[in-house]
């Protein structure tokens, strides 16, 4: 990629965290912001870079909607705004999520389908890392491996924290990448905030397998102190306590 192009993606980033704390501020406050910033640069990849007319794409971690929202918007979609995404095929939503592990399991059921009945296109599946603790994650892969989904590409927004503490203190998820490669997926672990990483990444083809994209990432990117800070997992926004977020994301 060309450093112009990758700088421009960088703005883009920005003004989407900054139209983010907006919208939250513009809903009483809700939203979760660490989740939000961790994703940014998937999104913006996947929304700018890689979704075509054929392809479906399913937020799984679907408390993290804010940028996915504006993001639709700016498709010329007209979403309705709430705290998870509802199913609105006409709007660019393709599964209710909300109760963390259902994306990928609709996904997984989506792209077989396809298969069966020889369609174009490819399930894109955005996961936090907290619903790989979930059985469902792993039914579904076996699902996806036996069935050599190849039309599958899941991504994990690997940022290691949930909701109060890191996912080691709950329930740690050993080496992910041997775990899926195990499971029949064709694995990648990239930087999740490196525009150049992402979208090799998910523009490189899998043959015969499931495609899956490890991307290690910063909860709270781009606002020094909501970096880490489990407290932003779902912290209610206060203008006066995000105007210095403002200001780094200038």
């Known amino acids: 990629m060309e450093e112009e192009e990758i700088n421009k993606l960088k703005e883009k980033a920005k003004k989407l965290k900054r139209d983010v704390l907006d919208l939250s501020l513009e809903m009483g406050g809700d939203g979760h912001l660490g989740g939000s910033f961790s994703e940014i640069e998937i999104l913006i990849s996947l929304y700018d870079r890689i979704i075509k007319d054929d392809d479906k794409f399913i937020l799984s971690k679907g408390h993290a909607c804010y940028p996915f929202y504006i993001l639709l918007r700016e498709k010329g979609y007209n979403p309705k705004i709430s705290g998870h995404p509802d199913i609105d095929e006409e709007n660019g939503i393709y599964c209710t999520t909300g109760s963390l592990g259902h994306g990928l399991p609709i996904g997984v059921g989506m792209a077989l389908a396809r298969k069966i009945l020889g369609k174009k296109g490819r399930i894109y599946i955005l996961m936090g890392d907290g619903e790989c603790q979930e059985g469902t994650t792993w039914e579904s ?19 290691k924290l949930q909701a109060l503490e890191p996912i080691d203190n709950v329930v740690s998820l050993g080496n992910l990448k041997n775990k899926f490669r195990e499971l029949g997926y064709d694995v990648l672990e990239i930087d999740g905030h490196s525009f150049p990483e992402i979208i090799k990444a998910l523009k490189e083809e899998s043959c015969g397998a499931p495609k899956m994209i490890i991307a290690h990432t910063i909860k709270g990117k781009g606002v020094s102190y909501m970096e880490n800070d489990p407290k932003w997992h779902a912290r209610k926004v206060i203008l006066d306590e995000v105007k210095e977020a403002y200001k780094e994301l200038e």
């Open 141 to 159: 892969s076996l699902i996806a491996s036996h069935h050599k989904l190849d039309n599958l590409t899941v991504i994990i927004d690997h940022n």
